[in-house]
């Protein structure tokens, strides 16, 4: 986190260009934080260069947007040519990716969209799974541009407003964080039940 702050503070002038190149490079499943690439570059453009604001903005959704895009496209069509090179599958864990593929075939706009939310590195597992269950790609698009209008929102807005003191915010994203993935747990779970009773009911007392 430190090097990656350092580098956005280093290059602020050109934060909206770097803010872009780092957010296309962790579509590649490289381990750059989408959430602290956001809220520095929008304390930089709160407390260094406010006259390029939307720049700022604009790079970094439009950065977020086109990683996902590489994540899906490289689930969709590059899977198989990456676990053939040991080198390239280690980053990308298999064990994850089949279990997000089951949630993908019961439920995949819903795992899509609250997947996003996710923290502990399960994002971009959710798009490259997206991609290897073969979801539309303007579906993909249509529910991902959704959900990081939310997720955007919420992280540039935070960065800005707290500007220099944007570090007293990650404690409190982290907890955001763990709860939005505790209710996706529990709305899958939830609705496993109901399909599952569904399925017992017509089973056990079909007409």
């Known amino acids: ?36 690439v ?12 406010p006259e390029n604001t939307f720049k700022i903005a ?6 977020a947007y086109s990683s996902d895009i590489i994540a899906y496209c490289l689930g ?12 390239l599958a280690r980053f990308y864990p298999m064990e994850k990716i089949n279990k997000i593929e089951s949630y993908y075939t019961s439920h ?4 899509l969209f609250f997947g996003r939310f996710i923290p502990f590195g399960v994002r971009n597992v959710i798009f490259l799974t997206a991609g290897l269950s073969a979801m539309k790609f303007f579906k993909f698009c249509i529910v991902d541009f959704m959900a990081l209008s939310i997720t955007s929102t919420i992280l540039f807005t935070s960065g800005y407003l707290l500007g220099a003191n944007y570090e007293i915010i ?5 907890k955001f964080k763990i709860g939005i993935f505790i209710i996706f747990v529990a709305f899958l779970s939830v609705l496993f039940i ?11 007392f079909k007409i």
Do not use: W
Not at 38 to 49: K, L
Not at 76 to 87: D, E, N, S, T
């Open 170 to 174: 990650f404690p409190f994203l982290n």
């Open 76 to 87: 969709r069509y590059a899977m198989k040519f990456i676990l053939q090179h040991k080198k």
């Open 38 to 49: 956001f809220i520095i570059s929008a304390s930089i453009a709160a407390t260094i260069v």
């Open 58 to 63: 604009a790079a970094c959704v439009l950065g």
């Open 194 to 204: 109901i399909k599952n009773k569904k399925i017992f009911y017509l089973k056990n």
């Open 108 to 111: 995949g706009a819903k795992t």
């Open 1 to 36: 986190m430190a090097s990656l702050t350092q580098l956005l503070f280093d290059f602020a002038p050109y934060v909206h260009f770097v803010a872009f190149f780092l957010l296309i490079l962790a579509g590649f499943n490289l381990p750059i934080s989408e959430d602290i």
